[in-house]
Nanobody
Framework: QVQLVESGGRLVQAGGSLRLSCAAS????????MGWFRQAPGKEREFVAV????????YYADSVKGRFTISRDNAKNTVYLQMNSLKLEDTAVYYC????????????????WGQGTQVTVSS
């Protein structure tokens, strides 16, 4: 398993932008799937975006499509989530997740998780 550490969460105004980072330790093979999930207070954790480390198979939740972009930097072993046009409902703890094989959108599709980073969108 790889270890994941998220960063970049903070307080931001609605309409603003933010970029989250997820640094992975250990060997990341091209077959790895890297994803982002989020959990708002009182709600279940939900899928946000996922990509395969090789560069293909990118998927987004409908709620963030067109506003968020997932990407990766092979040299830095880091996955990013660029978040634009942020809304109040984007407020949540954002988690990075990884799995050596499956490109999924369910929590059970991922075997490694980070500790999360808080994103708060204010009006």
């Amino acid at each position: 398993q790889v270890q994941l550490v998220e960063s970049g969460g903070r307080l931001v105004q609605a309409g603003g932008s933010l970029r989250l980072s997820c640094a992975a330790s250990g060997r990341i093979f091209s077959s790895y799937a890297m994803g982002w999930f989020r959990q708002a207070p009182g709600k279940e954790r939900e899928f946000v975006a996922v990509l395969r480390w090789s560069g293909g198979s990118i998927y987004y939740a409908d709620s963030v499509k067109g506003r968020f972009t997932i990407s990766r930097d092979n040299a830095k072993n880091t996955v990013y989530l660029q978040m634009n046009s942020l809304k109040l409902e984007d407020t949540a703890v954002y988690y990075c997740a990884a799995d050596p094989l499956r490109v999924g959108t369910r929590q059970t599709d991922f075997s490694s998780w980070g500790q999360g980073t808080q994103v708060t969108v204010s009006s």
